[in-house]
């Protein structure tokens, strides 16, 4: 018998990608295109419905030029890294403390706990904000919000963030807490018995061990910050402190059906994604670098 | 013997108990509050509860509102989440698998296309999907919402990563020997061993579907069609003008956070979050 392993031709493969690329091309390329198209043009007849009556004509680089002294978009820009630079060393510092607390033997209550803390992730982004904005609003807050202003124009960032944390913590958690399991008995063992303390194990042995999970916990964590929208929309009817531009997405969102500047939002949705894809690009360059150290 | 007995380890188990606390608290407020009157929200005691039922007329108050909506809106939350979750587990299996177990043309530019799209922030692409779809009429239509999330790059990234991981290459050639053809071998023997895999996916996709609230915003204005987040969102942005619904927004707040918190609990043994983790490797 010849024992030469020849692959069969079929057309399989083929056919098993076929639906993922036909969602792929009609609701990835082809918006992604037409917002690429729109943010090109400008509408020569303003008011009517959405491009329905009016003619759109080729504007070159005007909207790109608009959008880039915008100093609303740059002041939300601002809003969001502020934001993000609050969340994403609370969110995977936290994960990270309480998977390690979770894998000291001994500890009491690590089922109930583990549980408690991965539920939040089960929360819509929308219906936690709606619980903390209760909890934050004077009316009703049971956490001191009639002395606490959770809306200054320094704690609204605070406030912001927190919801965002509360709801990421518990899913990072889980998944620092897997690779922890992948972690060899052995080493445990071996530590010990060197008289390793368990706080020494933590620092030496396990955050090294680690690295490569923590590095995704961050990458995740940077792209939900890129998207933050959610939390600030929702809280926006409670509060005067967030303007209905607070952060990109919600700017393009008011461009697009407020003022209905479609090309206007084109272009700023255009910016926006190449920067968002420039960021978690380093972003995962640096958890890939991490993975191999 | 130098075996050390350690004793219970009573700062890592309160500061656990102090994370707990930190997550079910807004949890408990919103359970407290909703056994509240109207009156009764904004002068009674906020942590304890109300025994004067409020519950219970707040609860009817909220199935009453505008024709009871609200359930109306669950059941497009589950309808959007369950098929969208099954649908987008489906396809992500079909490619994830073709891309482990085949060599065809293309597969390396598809499967770069694949790693940006997890990269992509998707929510940007929701105001264009609009747009495309306001074109050909769909806007405001179920499909609007459901379709454009059915396309899930990262659950195609999990599965190809589990159909490496977990269907042997040996066992296709044997089927193959067999004569059993590639579809069948696809449906019978890789589903089949991509099960505990697909269910993450799944779950995944469940919760994101589930939490995604731009997408359906943009997508339908018909109150009808809403899912429970953009529901209580607008439920809400009635309330900033009347005070007297903050009560039917938090009762219906408490009711969106319960089934999935026990869908949770009771699917939790199904997660494989070592396949997110990173610790399978394809």
Request: aromatic share 10%; net charge positive; with cysteine.
């Amino acid at each position: 018998m010849a024992a030469t392993r020849r692959l069969r031709r079929t057309a399989l493969p083929y056919l098993l990608v076929l639906p993922a690329v036909v969602l792929f091309l009609l609701f990835v390329l082809v918006p992604g295109g037409y917002a690429l198209v729109l943010s090109f043009q400008a509408r020569k007849v303003s008011g009517g419905l959405l491009g329905s009556s009016t003619t759109q004509v080729f504007a070159g680089l005007d909207n790109y030029r608009a959008v880039l002294a915008d100093t609303e978009l740059w002041s939300g820009i601002g809003r969001m890294v502020l934001v993000g630079v609050i969340v994403i060393p609370a969110t995977v510092g936290l994960a990270l403390l309480f998977a390690l607390l979770l894998d000291v033997p001994r500890v009491r209550l690590a089922k109930v706990t583990r549980l408690a803390i991965f539920l939040p992730y089960a929360v819509p982004g929308v219906i936690a904000t709606l619980m903390w904005g209760f909890l934050y609003l004077p009316a009703t807050s049971p956490i001191g919000g009639d002395h606490v202003d959770f809306f200054s124009s320094v704690g609204v960032f605070f406030s912001v963030a927190n919801i965002s944390v509360w709801g990421a913590v518990g899913f990072n958690m889980i998944v620092l807490c897997t690779a922890l399991r992948s972690v060899p008995t052995e080493v445990h063992e071996a530590a010990r018995i060197d008289g390793c303390t368990e706080l020494g194990m933590a620092l030496r042995i396990k955050i090294p061990l680690l690295r490569p999970a923590i590095a995704m916990c961050a990458l995740f964590t940077v792209l939900g910050s890129l998207q933050l929208f959610n939390e600030p929309n929702t809280l926006k009817p409670l509060s005067n402190a967030i303007s209905s531009t607070w952060v990109p997405l919600m700017k393009i969102y008011d461009d697009a059906f407020v003022d209905s500047d479609l090309n206007h939002a084109a272009a700023t949705s255009v910016l926006f994604t190449a920067a968002a894809l420039l960021v978690s690009w380093v972003a995962s360059r640096f958890v890939q670098s991490r993975a191999a150290s | 013997m130098t075996v050390v007995r350690r004793r219970p380890a009573p700062l890592p188990t309160l500061l656990l108990v102090l994370g707990a606390l930190y997550c079910v608290v807004p949890t408990l407020w919103i359970l407290v509050a909703a056994t509240k009157s109207r009156t009764e929200l904004f002068s009674t005691s906020t942590y304890l509860p109300s025994f004067g039922g409020g519950l219970l007329s707040n609860l009817a108050d909220l199935s009453a509102y505008d024709g009871g909506i609200f359930w109306h809106w669950m059941l497009n939350s589950f309808g959007y989440a369950a098929i969208g979750g099954v649908a987008a587990s489906l396809v992500s299996a079909a490619a994830g698998y073709a891309l482990a177990m085949y060599r065809f043309r293309g597969r390396t530019l598809l499967f770069n296309v694949i790693l940006a799209g997890v990269l992509l922030p998707q929510i940007v692409l929701a105001i264009p999907q609009y747009l495309v779809l306001s074109k050909v009429g769909l806007a405001g239509s179920y499909l609007a919402v459901l379709l454009p999330q059915l396309f899930n790059p990262y659950g195609i990234y999990l599965c190809r990563i589990y159909a490496a991981a977990s269907v042997p290459q040996t066992l296709l050639e044997a089927g193959r020997l067999d004569g059993a053809g590639e579809f069948r071998l696809f449906a019978t023997v890789g589903l089949r061993l991509m099960t505990p895999g697909l269910v993450t996916v799944f779950l995944l996709q469940f919760i994101a579907i589930w939490n995604n609230f731009l997408l359906p915003f943009v997508m339908t204005s018909d109150d009808g069609k809403f899912p429970l987040t953009v529901g209580l969102y607008s439920l809400l942005r009635h309330g900033a003008a009347e005070a007297s619904l903050y009560s039917l927004v938090i009762t219906g707040t408490l009711l969106a956070v319960l089934p999935v918190i026990v869908l949770f609990l009771a699917l939790q043994r199904y997660w494989r979050l070592d396949l997110v983790s990173g610790a399978v490797r394809g």
